[in-house]
Antibody
Framework: EVQLVQSGAEVKKSGESLKISCKGSGYSFTGYWIGWVRQMPGKGLEYMGVIYPGDSDIRYSPSFQGQVTISVDKSISTAYLQWSSLRASDTAMYYCARTSSITTFDYWGQGTLVTVSS | QSALTQPASVSGSPGQSITISCTGT?????????VSWYQQHPAKAPKIMIY???KRPSGVSNRFSGSKSGNTASLTISGLQAEDEADYYCCSYAGSSTVVFGGGTKLTVL
C-alpha cells in the first residue's frame, strides 16, 4: 500500500526556521516525483514545487522560488520542505503528494499544519 | 502564473448531473493535455478524481468524467450523491515545469 506520512503540526514564531518531512512507503520512492502543495486557511491549493528522489532534481514554482527549500534523503525515503525564516503568512497546511506525471498527484500525505505567530 | 478560473460554487440535487468549469489560457489548459481534478472533503487531504483531462484512476466512480475544449476543462458528475459534496480543484501544466491550480469550487448537494 502506497503511503505518505508527514511530520506533525508545528507552532513557531516569526523568524524561526523549520523543516517538515514526508516519508514514503509501499512503492519505489526513487522512481516518482514528490510534490509540495500549500493550502492557506480557508483558501485553495497552491503548487510549490517537486523533487525527484532518484537524482534530487528540483523544480520550484516561481511563486515559491527563494522562499522555501525542497530536499530529499532517499536513504530513508523522506522528502523535506524547509524555511530559514518563517513569516506569519507561512501559516498554512502543507501537503506532500506523489506525482506519477506532471499534474497527477495520485497519493497524498495527511498534511502538516504550520502555525506562525508574530 | 495566475490561478485557473473556477466558479466559486455549484449545486445540484441527488441524481442530477453537474459540470464544473476550469478556464485557463493558451499557455496552460489550452496547450497541454495535462489537466487533473481533485476532490477535497473538509479537513481531509485532496483526492485525485481525473488525470490527463479525462482518465479516471482505479477506484474512482465512473460517475466522474472530464473533458476539455480550447482553454476550458470541465468535470462532470452524474447521478449526484450526498457524498459528492466537497470542494473540487482543477490543475493544469503551465509549461516550464510549473503547475497551476484553480481557485476551487464548492459543490453543494441539495
Amino acid at each position: 500500500e502506497v503511503q505518505l506520512v508527514q511530520s506533525g503540526a508545528e507552532v513557531k514564531k516569526s523568524g524561526e526556521s523549520l523543516k517538515i518531512s514526508c516519508k514514503g512507503s509501499g512503492y519505489s520512492f526513487t522512481g516518482y516525483w514528490i510534490g509540495w502543495v500549500r493550502q492557506m486557511p480557508g483558501k485553495g491549493l497552491e503548487y510549490m514545487g517537486v523533487i525527484y528522489p532518484g537524482d534530487s532534481d528540483i523544480r520550484y514554482s516561481p511563486s515559491f522560488q527563494g522562499q522555501v527549500t525542497i530536499s530529499v534523503d532517499k536513504s530513508i525515503s523522506t522528502a523535506y520542505l524547509q524555511w530559514s525564516s518563517l513569516r506569519a503568512s507561512d501559516t498554512a497546511m502543507y501537503y506532500c503528494a506523489r506525482t506519477s506525471s506532471i499534474t497527477t498527484f495520485d497519493y497524498w500525505g495527511q498534511g502538516t499544519l504550520v502555525t506562525v505567530s508574530s | 502564473q495566475s490561478a485557473l478560473t473556477q466558479p466559486a460554487s455549484v449545486s445540484g440535487s441527488p441524481g442530477q448531473s453537474i459540470t464544473i468549469s476550469c478556464t485557463g489560457t493558451s499557455s496552460d489548459v489550452g496547450s497541454y493535455n495535462y489537466v487533473s481534478w481533485y476532490q477535497q472533503h473538509p479537513a481531509k487531504a485532496p483526492k485525485i478524481m481525473i488525470y490527463d483531462v479525462s482518465k479516471r484512476p482505479s477506484g474512482v466512480s465512473n460517475r466522474f468524467s472530464g473533458s476539455k475544449s480550447g482553454n476550458t476543462a470541465s468535470l462532470t458528475i452524474s447521478g449526484l450523491q450526498a457524498e459528492d459534496e466537497a470542494d473540487y480543484y482543477c490543475c493544469s501544466y503551465a509549461g516550464s515545469s510549473t503547475v497551476v491550480f484553480g481557485g476551487g469550487t464548492k459543490l453543494t448537494v441539495l
